[in-house]
């Protein structure tokens, strides 16, 4: 390890978090200090869903650390207050107190950015109208919080089908509101699901009475009085109270643009180690791009355990290790009522944007032996498992069920990091127990069936 260093880190979520927390571990003589431009240190968006829907009942409990905790650990940390610009050759960073309005300069030997992304807004007519709400922060969680509960929102237009729009849709539905979905997609969650699996989430969507409106593109939002009152697609008009926009994200990174070299949607460019374009600067986060374990490239994927994992290389590498990220393969989960799923690397559906040749096989099963009834924990099972079509390498899967199957998907994911084929998982060992699941594994069924697949087709 170096000498004790000075190292300013930015942004208190994940990424920012889990830097901070490395550094602590291994040079906690470090002089840290931990840069959160809002009132509110490190809140997690991605619980936000559990506290709109009472399963938790303080939005502060929402989070990581308190100003009060680090600070005991011997952190510096500063909330309202922003860093505004950064000088990368005399290594100082400018610092603007929202409390007081001062300003000052500070010095650093190591910057790791962790800026995260702000979501991104539809550029069309009537934005300026009231109740168009985001579903990320704090401040937004409290106002989502009361909108369940206002009498006057009777009708909720969510805007994007990813994993925040679906969360959205639910929460209100279950709150008693009429809520559309509207995506440009043809079909709800394509990033994470192929159409086997959402034909069977949509169906389960309309069963609560959420109506899919999918394959439409917002033109304008229509006002009453000053507040949204209607939203106009290409295709059809939706009374309007609420407005939950959850069409994606665009990287927080505008005014890095002059600090370190940026690409496509302003991400920042990073090599394998976290670190930028300028010296002794590391960027981690939804701001970046990350190793893509499926291809060895480089994917944007914007997930907590991502932002968490690059944060922890980043600070090793500030603190003077040379440690190569090794890569995610983009794992998640999510429910949607009684249904809950997880998947991992490609998709059939997304396999042609990453330039690879894929085959898959499609399994049902049913969770526990058949003779286990429904009402002790027994279920149907839908398995997708994703493999190269030349040599058999495992490149992803998803997974479904009433029953929660979703662990199984890590399992696919290391293969994925360690270039399993489905030859070598077919009779990979998975524990057998009729209170936890088959004789054979789900896996293990799918991959004899693509072995047997692959093999045909090379005769």
Known sequence: MSDQKKIIVVGSSHGGYEAVQQILLDAPETDIQWYEKGGFLSFLSCGMQLYLEGAVKDVNSVRYATVEGESAKGVHVFVRQEITSIDAQRHTVHVVDHENGEERE????KLILSPGAVPAEIPVEGRELENIYAMRGRDWAIKLKAATVNPDIKDVVVIGAGYIG?????????????????????????????????DVLTATLEDHDVSVAAGESVQRFEGKDGKVSAVVTDKGTYAADLVVESAGIRANTAWLSDVV???DHGLIEIDDFQATSAPDIYAVGDATLIGFAPTGGYAHIALATNARRQGRIAARNAL??????????????????????????????????????????????????PFVPDDEGNAEVLFKLTFAADDGRVLGAQIMS???TTANINAISLAIQQHVTVDQLEYADFFFQPGFDRPWNIINVAAQQASRELAASKK
């Open 106 to 109: 500070e010095s650093y030997d």
């Open 166 to 198: 679906i969360e959205a849709a639910e929460v209100f539905a279950k709150a008693g509101k009429k809520v559309t979905i509207v995506d440009i997609a043809d079909r709800i969650l394509p990033l994470y699901l192929d159409a086997e699996f959402t």
């Open 261 to 263: 070299k940026l690409g």
């Open 320 to 369: 003077g290790e040379h440690i190569a990220f090794p890569g995610v393969s983009g794992s998640s989960a999510l429910s949607i009522y009684d249904y809950k799923f997880a998947s991992t690397g490609i998709k059939e559906s997304n396999a042609a944007s990453y330039g690879v040749e894929t085959k898959s096989v499609l399994v049902k099963d049913t969770y526990r032996p």
């Open 402 to 404: 009433t029953q929660d």
